[in-house]
């Protein structure tokens, strides 16, 4: 089982729509986990941190399951901006005090008017 | 939030020839820094982590000798690809934590003749 599975998408959905992506991840012992936005050619960036069941930003909703090692994004009312790919990323902490990023392949969204 | 810069953004070279890359973080200091590698329309993959003043760990797979690190200070990491190829072609992006969180440089895109 990879590290970290994400749906492979693409997701085309017309501007309004709610759309939601999944990712699992192998490592029950992670205790943290993330949502990163990257869009073409750029640096991904942080668009969302998961430490509990959830988080709530705006649109964007992200749940955890810990029981089955689940975590979800949804986004609410699509805007044209929102086009981008989204990467479940999941962490392991070393010893060192520093975390080692497992990215998922990412999802792609197309969000069209 | 916390910069890292890098430079060049983009480079293209001859077949064989080596290609140093620079991270910086530009308005804190960073004792560990990471390398990825992007291929067209796959995930980033860690390469290897970059400690100030010790040899950097590579992931499984990463030829050392290939992908030459070096980080001689606190805001600074360097990733020399040498004798470069083109199947070597690829977005290589840095990373740094700052108060828990990777910071990601906007990235270098390498193309090999």
């Known amino acids: 089982r990879k590290e970290v599975e994400q749906d492979p998408g693409p997701f085309n959905v017309p501007e309004g729509a709610t759309v939601a992506f999944n990712c699992t991840y192998s490592n029950s012992a992670s205790q943290s986990f993330f949502w990163y936005r990257q869009d073409c050619r750029k640096e991904p960036k942080l668009l969302m941190s998961v430490y509990s069941s959830g988080n709530e930003d705006g649109r964007f909703t992200a749940q955890l399951n810990r029981a089955s090692q689940y975590i979800s994004l949804l986004i609410r009312d699509s805007k044209l901006s929102d086009s981008a790919t989204y990467l479940c990323?999941?962490?392991?902490?070393?010893?060192?005090?520093?975390?080692?990023?497992?990215f998922g392949a990412g999802t792609r969204l197309a969000v069209h008017p | 939030g916390a910069v890292v810069s890098q430079h060049p953004s983009r480079v293209i070279c001859k077949s064989g020839t080596s290609v140093k890359i620079e991270c910086r973080s530009l308005d804190f200091q960073a004792t560990t820094m990471f390398w990825y590698r992007q291929f067209p329309k796959k995930s980033l993959m860690l390469m290897a982590t970059s400690n100030e003043g010790s040899k950097a760990t590579y992931e499984q797979g990463v030829e050392k000798d290939k992908f030459l690190i070096n980080h001689a200070s606190l805001t600074l990491s360097t990733l020399t690809v040498t004798s470069a190829h083109p199947e070597d072609s690829s977005f290589y992006i840095c990373s740094a934590t700052a108060g828990g969180e990777q910071f990601f440089g906007p990235g270098t895109r390498l193309t090999v003749l």
């Open positions: 990323v999941v962490p392991l902490m070393f010893s060192g005090g520093y975390n080692k990023l497992i």
